[in-house]
């Protein structure tokens, strides 16, 4: 099973809540007991650390949803700190709330696609390795456009591969010194005319998987980044994976 960002904070909170269910039960005091204080405490200290270590990781400005119910449990979590460690009924009540918000509000944010955090150990969408270091630009433009899937970020994932699609095939004329057949009047060709070419160049060896999905990698990229009304999802590119990393490669390697 997947674990989820909130199971940590979920654990301290159940801790205290079973150690507070003790206190009601045997009327102990939960700042003075010698085996339940000091691990109420620890629950406690662990609750606002996970607390605010989550507020940290889900800015509102790139986390809304999960931001939002966050900020629906501060208050209970102040509260909580404030009035440990002595109303032990109004600690019940709290980590009661907290536990049902958590479990319900927030594992439902936590569940959205664009609420995945980004992992150092996410695969992306294209190899990063396909294209090599000295090729600086072009991996850095894959490197971002990888960063942009693993953080939900379709449209601008598509919006990235069609920017680096344009690339590969720019450099891959001007490395069979071919350069003059992109350009009109100085200038490189748009970019329909420029994939339309690259298919038809037998300089470059291209299969037909890469001649099929150049002009939805236009299509999509287009919508990503000049669309008012349509969205790239997700999907949409997963279609579209094994032609495009093929595509990527076999540009590569005409650099």
Not at 100 to 122: G, T
Not at 211 to 238: T, W
Request: aromatic share 8%; charged share 25%; proline share 5%.
């Amino acid at each position: 099973m997947a674990t989820s960002p909130a199971d940590e904070f979920a654990a301290h909170v159940a801790t205290l809540s079973s150690i507070v269910k003790k206190a009601r039960k045997h009327r102990f005091g939960l700042g003075s007991h010698p085996f339940y204080a000091p691990r109420a405490s620890a629950a406690l200290a662990g609750i606002r650390k996970c607390f605010v270590l989550l507020q940290r990781n889900f800015p509102s400005e790139r986390f809304g949803g999960v931001a939002f119910q966050l900020s629906a449990i501060e208050p209970l979590v102040t509260r909580l700190v404030k009035i440990f460690p002595s109303d032990v009924e109004g600690m019940k009540e709290l980590l009661a709330e907290i536990s049902f918000k958590v479990q319900s509000d927030l594992e439902a944010e936590f569940n959205q696609p664009e609420s995945r955090p980004l992992s150092s150990s996410a695969a992306g969408f294209v190899p990063e390795e396909i294209i090599e270091e000295r090729h600086h630009v072009p991996k850095k433009i894959l490197w971002e456009a990888n960063r942009c899937y693993d953080a939900a970020c379709y449209n601008a994932c598509a919006a990235m591969l069609r920017r680096l699609i344009e690339t590969l095939i720019i450099g891959a004329y001007e490395h069979h010194g071919i350069g003059d057949k992109i350009r009109k009047d100085g200038e490189y060709i748009e970019f329909g005319a420029l994939i339309g070419k690259a298919a038809a160049e037998t300089a470059f060896k291209l299969g037909r998987d890469t001649k099929r999905v150049l002009p939805e990698l236009k299509y999509f990229g287009d919508v990503g980044a000049h669309s008012r009304m349509i969205l790239v999802r997700r999907p949409d590119l997963d279609r579209l994976h094994n032609q495009v990393r093929g595509a990527v490669e076999e540009l590569a390697r005409n650099l």
